[in-house]
Nanobody, 115 residues
Framework: QVQLVESGGGLVQAGGSLRLSCAAS????????MGWYRQAPGKQRELVAA???????NYADSVKGRFTISRDNAKKTVYLQMNSLKPEDTAVYYC?????????WGQGTQVTVSS
């Protein structure tokens, strides 16, 4: 029923910015938590940022001060504004939504930051 469509990835130079979007569709009553994970080559998947329905946020230490997560509950969409990008931010970014008791994942979008 629930589909997540990600967009906004691409190739940017170090210091540049990208804005990722993830839109949920289908029969959805309420989304509890929306978040972004990433997985770089040879590394484990890690939580980048998460946001609750009420707007509370959590960020990985590596992105604090550079990334901002936000959500539009009416549009059932979560965003990740990524500024001051570094080559180490290069990864596939995955959207995740928690609709208790289920979790759903987006298809992933590639973010590549050149030095």
């Amino acid at each position: 029923q629930v589909q997540l469509v990600e967009s906004g990835g691409g190739l940017v130079q170090a210091g540049g910015s990208l804005r990722l979007s993830c839109a949920a569709s289908g029969s959805i009553a309420s989304i509890n938590v929306m978040g972004w994970y990433r997985q770089a080559p040879g590394k484990q998947r890690e939580l980048v940022a998460a946001i609750t329905h009420g707007g509370s946020t959590n960020y990985a230490d590596s992105v604090k001060g550079r990334f901002t997560i936000s959500r539009d509950n009416a549009k059932k969409t979560v965003y990740l504004q990524m500024n001051s990008l570094k080559p180490e931010d290069t990864a596939v970014y995955y959207c995740n939504v928690m609709i208790i008791p289920y979790n759903y994942w987006g298809q992933g979008t590639q973010v590549t930051v050149s030095s």
